[in-house]
């Protein structure tokens, strides 16, 4: 029996030319590191199924069932979080109670997601999901990774073990 924590890492935003895409590709390899059972999970694969919210058995619904814990990973745009994560997340309720749900706000600021972040949360909370912390946050995200995507500064890590191991608190 395969014990691992299915924990799935959404991708927020839709976006052409999305520098957190980097950042989810790099949550997802430390995810994989860690022990967790992970897969990247792109909003753009399921814009064309966020419309009609009468259809129960989508395959993000599928997701989030099987689902242990949720990694979202967004960009900050305007302040807020981008419009077809929103509807993806409201697409579903029940499937989130409980569910443990960090967050990493991504930003080519100084501030680093973190308005993402607190415009997140009352939505998370009040979609019955406990938010996990610490919270990351990935500032300047232009200039957090090399080329071939990974950090420049290795202690980028040390705050995400922190989030895996307070998913693992709640999920188990």
């Known amino acids: 029996m395969n014990d691992k924590l299915n924990v799935p890492i959404l991708l927020g935003t839709a976006r052409e030319g999305r520098q957190s895409e980097k950042v989810a590709k790099f949550v997802l390899v430390e995810a994989h590191q860690y022990g967790f059972d992970s897969q990247l999970i792109d909003v753009r694969d399921y814009l064309t199924t966020l419309i009609d919210k009468t259809k129960h058995d989508t395959p993000w619904a599928g997701i989030v069932k099987k689902a242990n814990g949720l ?100 999920a188990r």
Do not use: W
């Open 71 to 170: 990694i979202i990973v967004s960009p900050e745009y305007n302040h807020g979080y981008p419009g077809e994560l929103k509807l993806l997340l409201d697409s579903l309720y029940k499937e989130y109670l409980d569910l443990p749900i960090g967050i990493c706000g991504v930003s080519g600021g100084l501030v680093g997601g973190a308005r993402v972040a607190m415009a997140l949360e009352p939505v998370l909370i009040e979609i019955g999901a406990r938010v996990v912390r610490p919270i990351n946050l990935f500032p300047q995200v232009q200039n957090l990774f090399d080329a071939t995507g990974n950090p420049i500064d290795p202690k980028i890590t040390d705050k995400l073990k922190l989030m895996f191991d307070n998913i693992i608190k709640f």
